[in-house]
């Protein structure tokens, strides 16, 4: 399995900014999916967004595409998630997670948490109105 280890979260204000990191165990020459999933109290965990360590980037939910950019720096194993114009509702834990993918795929990943095998414990991030 792939150890990850999130960082960046905090409290922040309505309209504020966070940049969340994903430090990644990863070896050389292997390619992975990685997203980021949230988790409000009391509420499922859901996806916000994915990155393909071969190229490629999705946000299943098109209401976070505009404040959120995922992005991965392959030097530092390393998927972060800048996130602006933050919302008392983006209150959440926020998790990374891996599963292995194919070389030279065009799009291999999966969007379902339970496909996901690798979790990182979280980060705490939370908006104040």
């Known amino acids: 399995q792939v150890q990850l280890v999130e960082s960046g979260g905090g409290s922040v204000q309505a309209g504020g900014s966070l940049r969340l990191s994903c430090a990644a165990s990863v070896r050389t020459g292997t390619s992975h999916c990685i997203g980021w999933f949230r988790q409000a109290p009391g509420k499922e965990r859901e996806v916000v967004a994915i990155?393909?360590?071969?190229?490629?980037?999705?946000y299943p939910d098109n209401s976070l595409r505009d404040r959120f950019t995922i992005s991965h720096d392959s030097a530092k194993n390393t998927v972060s998630l800048q996130m602006s114009s933050l919302k008392p509702e983006d209150t959440a834990t926020y998790y990374c997670a891996e599963h292995p993918a194919p070389h030279d795929s065009t799009w291999p990943c999966r969007i379902s948490s339970s496909d996901f095998i690798s979790w990182g414990q979280g980060t705490q991030v939370t908006v104040s109105s």
């Open positions: 990155i393909y360590t071969g190229g490629g980037a999705a």
